[in-house]
Nanobody, 120 residues
Framework: QVQLVESGGGLVQAGGSLRLSCAAS????????MGWYRQAPEKQRELVAAITSGSNTNYADSVKGRFTISRDNAKNTVYLQMNSLKPEDTAVYYCNARIASVSWYFNDYWGQGTQVTVSS
């Protein structure tokens, strides 16, 4: 069984910063890629940022220049540094990881979600 444990969400003022962390644990053979998604009220879920095992990154246009994704392979952990936060960033943020668990077949796993609220 694979678990993704998220931390770092909370309430901040516009212009502030937060750092999200997500650690994968359990029966893990390999992690191919990790990323962050978010879903705001009355909005569709969207990809925020993703990073591959080779450290290729991809960002949503709305967060480019403000957010930075990184990972610590030794800790099976992905981070999202969020700077210059805007009220529009308010959402539930979900960690995602593509993981080969008990067999060499990659599946997507999700964290429980962590609330990020940015006040104006």
């Amino acid at each position: 069984q694979v678990q993704l444990v998220e931390s770092g969400g909370g309430l901040v003022q516009a212009g502030g910063s937060l750092r999200l962390s997500c650690a994968a644990s359990g029966s893990i053979l390999s992690i191919n890629a990790m990323g962050w998604y978010r879903q705001a009220p009355e909005k569709q879920r969207e990809l925020v940022a993703a990073i591959t095992s080779g450290s290729n990154t991809n960002y949503a246009d709305s967060v480019k220049g403000r957010f930075t994704i990184s990972r610590d392979n030794a800790k099976n952990t992905v981070y999202l540094q969020m700077n210059s936060l805007k009220p529009e960033d308010t959402a539930v943020y979900y960690c995602n990881a593509r993981i080969a668990s008990v067999s060499w077949y990659f599946n997507d796993y999700w964290g429980q979600g962590t609330q990020v609220t940015v006040s104006s």
